[in-house]
DNA sequence: ATAAATAAGTTTATATTATAAACTACATTA
DNA sequence: TAATGTAGTTTATAATATAAACTTATTTAT
């Protein structure tokens, strides 16, 4: 029997988990505040914005401000418990 | 500026992650100990292995018990700095 | 008016990584 | 001696992360 729970593979990514981590702290974050504060690129913030968004972890609003495309994000209910369920996991390895 | 310190990529792994945890709290550990531990393939754990020996975060022994081959794991003083690099760094991520 | 630059992303191609399947070597048992 | 088990290693494949190239539209300069 195993020690180690497994680590949900989602959240087990630093781009994607530092993307939970700060939608965890606010009502909702922009695409390009979140690609500052992560210092990822746009394509591979696009991308892992696109699995969480898939896995229900988050939710994506697109519009328009200023006549530029507005990309807004905001952590789910599901989002919560999943990264909740990663630490309390994750615990395990951290002794 | 990025909130989030990269996570060495060596530890940021399922696997080897509970690799390390594991030889933490051991003197040294056996091949198949990790192996029953981790629920891993011997393959994979094979490959994980000498990845963290490559790194320089494990000391790998192979010699032979009751004519069968042996494989004895040690987490050295880097791996243990690497470990608490890691587990601080992640901690930015957790809140 | 049109060409160049900027903004906000998306799509796609590539490099990296994780993982298991297949294999090796040797010992034991039927 | 053929089959089974033990303890791994090597290699092939599947999955993942990442950046480069692209799209669409806007603003600014010529």
Sequence with gaps: MSDFKPLDPLLHSQLRLA???????VKSAEFTFIKEKTEATAGNLSVQLDKLSSAGY???EKSFRDKKPLTTCKITKKGVSAFEAYVSALKDYLN
């Design 19 to 25: 993307i939970m981590s700060l939608l965890l702290s």
């Design 58 to 60: 988050i939710e994506i």
